[in-house]
């Protein structure tokens, strides 16, 4: 079974451009994660999508990051623009459906300069 | 607002030694905690998980121990070897809600 797919790997960017980052969940995995784990620090979510439908979206800082999930199966996760302290990993989960394990990506190292 | 904290930040355990990591939680609606094993360049990956209906739960050289009244829960990883040198998160959920993580746990297993 193929897992949590996610890309790039890493990026660099310059504060104030924007940057992206893709996943592609477990094939069947309804319920969708995105998370960003700060270096020394444990993940935190940002987003929860069930399907296309965003379940929590409290965490997300809604003036510059912004997530979509089409069709219920790949997502994509946008900052614009970048800061200093968005230098972090974004991991990128899926669970069967919400009250199942979640499976993380490699996650996109995210460097802000 | 940390909803899980986990101690010790990080840990030495000489080969064949007990590794003990501790969380302690606040909300009494988690019910659900599992424990994340991360190695450098990777996603954290499931190492086993436990629901507050039971006090305990092991699976080979690793247990959860769970303390519902004092709202605490450890891992225990007995015979520990250098291959099990990672970080390691606690986590808690509610129903299906996204995992709220500690901090993580450096362990190094030496030699």
């Known amino acids: 079974e193929a897992g949590v797919a996610q890309s790039p790997r890493y990026k660099i960017i310059e504060k104030r451009q924007s940057v992206a980052f893709w996943c592609n969940p477990i094939?069947?995995?309804?319920?969708l994660y995105w998370y960003q784990q700060i270096l020394g620090q444990g993940p935190k979510l940002l987003i929860q999508f069930q399907n296309n439908g965003v379940v929590d979206d409290s965490q997300l800082p809604k003036d510059r990051f912004s997530a979509e999930r089409l069709k219920g199966v790949d997502s994509t996760l946008k900052i614009q623009p970048a800061k200093l302290e968005d230098s972090a990993v974004y991991l990128c989960a899926s669970s069967l459906t919400a009250r199942f394990i979640q499976y993380f990506g490699a996650g996109t190292r995210l460097s802000v300069l | 607002q940390q909803q899980v904290k986990q101690s010790p930040q990080s840990l030495i355990v000489q080969k064949g030694g007990i590794s003990i990591i501790n969380c302690a939680y606040e909300n009494t609606a988690f019910d659900y905690f599992p424990w994340y094993q991360q190695f450098p360049g990777k996603g954290p990956a499931l190492l086993i998980a436990?629901?507050?209906?039971?006090s305990e739960k092991k699976e080979g050289r690793f247990t959860i121990s769970f303390n519902k009244s004092a709202k605490q829960f450890s891992l225990h990883i007995m015979d520990s070897q250098p291959g099990d040198s990672a970080t390691y998160f606690c986590?808690?959920?509610?129903?299906?809600?996204?995992?709220?993580f500690g901090k993580g746990t450096s362990l190094l297993v030496t030699p």
């Open positions: 986590a808690a959920s509610n129903s299906g809600y996204a995992l709220n």
């Open positions: 436990i629901r507050p209906d039971v």
């Open positions: 094939s069947g995995h309804a319920t």
